[in-house]
């Protein structure tokens, strides 16, 4: 990652050092909130989709979806390996949407939509890569990049400071390891120390921006088609967006030029934009269907904290919640909410007790 300090355009104020072991594992905390929070907008714009009639986009969005998984599990090997605790069954990891990206600058804003163009281009702001002069931010950050490089500068300043064995002595037992992840070929690094915490950090950066911040694919193969290099999720967004991929020789200027991607508007769920709980009454069958889903994706928090706090054997767990996520969210999006709209999860949070 570039480590430029040079003023850059977008900076409007000074981003505070990561000086200390607590502010680092503090940041390490607000990238598992930072990764979480990307995971309910890709969701409703996933299950939103006919898997039938749009394969295409399916396919594109459950790769970006479990890479965000991938990152999720990256970042908490990070916050384990420096001896903190990754927290993810909490009342702030699911605010109501429209929201904040956690920390970031207030113009990344999130919101449950279904997939269309105003989704795509929620995810291509979201995505969107740095300038490869752009310093890093550690708060208030405009891109997801910059926020990471305010992360790796902190470790290495650390370490620097305090030596590599003083700031990575957490227990190597809570490290998620040997796992594989679907749909992707990106890599869950074991963290153990500043080469490996740098490898972890590029891994998260390059997927979602692309190689060096300056290019379209993201170093890896795609999964179904090995022979071809894996774009990016800012710039598979972008193939979604106007409809053509992007091949070999392609680059950011030049745009997408290679076939055709299309997507088929009749296979689209109408999903409510942003529902609520409170827009329909307690009792009724769309405000139990939707209670019933945030039950299981609090389940489904408490079991990854679970897996990223030393009990690894909790992943596959998560894996089968996640797939009755998706029933109970079809199951949602097939009740009619409105005029030619369909009702939809809220992600709303609900406490151990009342989870049944």
Not at 66 to 71: D, I, N, R, S, T
Request: hydrophobic share 35%; aromatic share 6%.
């Amino acid at each position: 990652m570039n480590r430029s300090m040079r003023r850059h355009p977008d900076d409007v104020r000074a981003s505070p050092r990561i000086a200390t072991l607590d502010d680092l594992r503090e940041h390490l905390q607000w990238a598992v909130e930072l990764e979480h929070a990307t995971l309910p907008p890709y969701l409703c714009a996933l299950y939103s989709l006919d898997r039938e009639r749009n394969p295409d986009a399916v396919r594109a969005v459950t790769g970006v979806f479990v890479e965000e998984m991938l990152h999720l599990a990256l970042v908490a090997n990070l916050l384990n390996a420096v001896g903190g605790r990754p927290e993810l069954d909490a009342p702030r990891m699911l605010r109501p949407h429209p929201r904040r990206l956690p920390h970031g600058d207030p113009s990344l804003e999130l919101s449950l939509l279904p997939f269309g163009r105003a989704a795509l281009d929620q995810f291509l702001r979201l995505e969107q890569p740095a300038p490869p002069d752009a310093p890093a931010q550690s708060d208030r950050y405009v891109t997801i990049g910059r926020f990471y490089a305010a992360i790796e500068e902190g470790l290495r300043e650390l370490c620097a400071l305090l030596g590599e064995e003083e700031v990575f002595r957490g227990d190597r037992a809570r490290q998620v390891r040997d796992c594989h992840f679907r749909y992707t070929a990106g890599r869950l690094v074991e963290v153990t120390d500043l080469a490996s915490a740098s490898a972890a950090l590029e891994e998260i950066v390059d997927q979602g921006e692309g190689l060096l911040r300056g290019q379209v694919w993201d170093g890896d193969r795609q999964v179904h088609h090995p022979e071809r290099e894996q774009v990016a999720h800012y710039y598979r967004f972008q193939e979604l967006r106007i409809g053509r991929r992007y091949r070999s020789g392609d680059t950011p200027q030049s745009g997408p030029t290679g076939e055709p991607l299309r997507v088929d508007p009749k296979g689209i769920r109408r999903m409510r934009h942003n529902p609520r709980l409170d827009d329909h009454l307690p009792g009724s069958p769309i405000r139990t269907a939707q209670d019933g889903f945030n039950r299981m994706y609090c389940v489904l928090l408490h079991q990854l904290e679970e897996t990223f706090n030393g009990s690894p054997q909790s992943l596959p767990a998560a894996t089968g919640t996640m797939y009755r996520l998706r029933l109970q969210a079809e199951a949602l999006m097939a009740m009619p909410d409105g005029v030619d709209t369909t009702a939809g999860p809220t992600f709303d949070y609900v406490p151990p007790e009342l989870r049944g």
